[in-house]
């Protein structure tokens, strides 16, 4: 299994729903967080003023899903999340030794 951590813009976030709908992902958690890559931010005006803007807000979407899904899923939110400008996030991928589901005992891909 491969627990997916996918920052994203807040605007993007109905959109990696749809994904995930799509795909048949049974679960995820939505976290706000603030943060900056390679940009380190961005420098907004206000009435004729420059200011900077260091901690930008984001999305992260948390999601473990069976070894043999990820790469699609990977591929398919690259491909229909990007804008092809700075902040549009980052996929973290990570493997999960287990996962028990508290409710009947079930181990694994049948725990997702």
Do not use: C, W
């Amino acid at each position: 299994m491969k627990k997916l951590e996918i920052i994203i813009r807040s605007e993007k976030l109905e959109d990696l729903k749809s994904i995930f709908d799509e795909s048949e992902v049974n679960g995820l958690n939505i976290v706000n967080i603030m943060g900056y890559g390679n940009q380190k931010g961005i420098v907004k005006k206000y009435r004729g003023e420059e200011y900077k803007v260091e901690m930008l807000p984001k999305i992260k979407v948390e999601t473990v899903v069976a070894d043999e899904e990820a790469d699609a899923l990977i591929d398919r939110v690259v491909k229909e999340i990007k804008t092809g400008n700075y902040g549009d996030g980052k996929i973290f991928v990570m493997d999960v030794q287990d996962a028990i589901r508290i409710r009947t005992g079930e181990h694994g891909n049948e725990a997702l």
